[in-house]
C-alpha cells in the first residue's frame, strides 16, 4: 500500500508521517517513511540542486525534468521493492506536488506534466493520499520560523523564497487536484495544531488499515 502527504511549505507533513509511522508500526505493520525529492542516494544530489537557493536561474523545464529523474529513479530503486516486500510505503510528496508546482504555479502544460508522470509511474498510484492544507501565510510563516530555530534547512529554500503569490497558486492546485479524486484524497485542515491534525488522519487510516 502506498500512502502519500501533501501541503504547501510549513504544512506539518513531516510531522504527521511520522505519527502515522508510529500508528502502523503499533498495529503491527512494516511500514516504510521517504520522501520525493531524495528518496533514494540519487536523489539526495538532485534534491540539493532543486532547493539549492542560489539556483536562481534554473529553467523550469529543467526542474520539472529533474522532479521526474528523482521520481524514476525513487520507484524503481525503492518504491516497488518495498511494496514488493509487502510493506507500507509513506511517502513525503509524490506525483501531485509535480502537477501543482510545476503546473499549476510555474505553468508549465498540464499534458506533458501527465504524461512525464505516467511514464515515471507505470500504473502506480497512491491508495490514499493525505492533502494538509492551510492558508499561505501561516504555512510560510511555520517554515521561515523553522528555518531561523535551524529546525529547517536554510540550504533548501528556493521554494520558500517564492512569492506568495506562487504559494497561493500551489494551494489552490492541490484543492482543485483534490476535488476532481475526491476518493483518493483526504483533505485536513493543517491549520489547527498538529494533535488535532494526528487525529483526523489517524481516524482515516483506522478506516484504511485495521
Ligand atoms: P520539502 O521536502 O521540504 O517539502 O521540499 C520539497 C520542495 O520541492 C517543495 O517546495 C515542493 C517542491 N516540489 C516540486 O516543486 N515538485 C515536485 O514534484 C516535488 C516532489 C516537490
Known sequence: ??????????????????????????????????????????GEKIRSILLNPG??????????????ADRAQHINEMIIPTLK????VICDRFHDSTIVYQGFARGLDMRLIRQLNS????????????????????????????????????SETRFENEKLQFHEKVRNGYLAIARQEPVRFVVVDASKDAEQVRAEILERLTVLVK
Not at 57 to 67: G, V
Open 119 to 154: 511514464l515515471v509511474m507505470d500504473d502506480l498510484s497512491p491508495d490514499m493520499t493525505f492533502l494538509l492544507d492551510l492558508p499561505p501565510e501561516l504555512g510560510l510563516k511555520r517554515a521561515w520560523k523553522q528555518i531561523q530555530n535551524g529546525s529547517r534547512d536554510e
Open 85 to 88: 516486500a509487502g510493506k507500507i
Open 1 to 42: 500500500m502506498l500512502i502519500t502527504l501533501e501541503g504547501i511549505e510549513g504544512s506539518g507533513k513531516t510531522t504527521q508521517i511520522q505519527y502515522m509511522a508510529e500508528y502502523f508500526r503499533a498495529k503491527g505493520h512494516d511500514c516504510a517513511l521517504t520522501k520525493e525529492p531524495g528518496g533514494t542516494g540519487i
Open 55 to 68: 539556483n536562481h536561474a534554473m529553467d523550469p523545464l529543467a526542474e520539472l525534468l529533474l522532479y521526474a
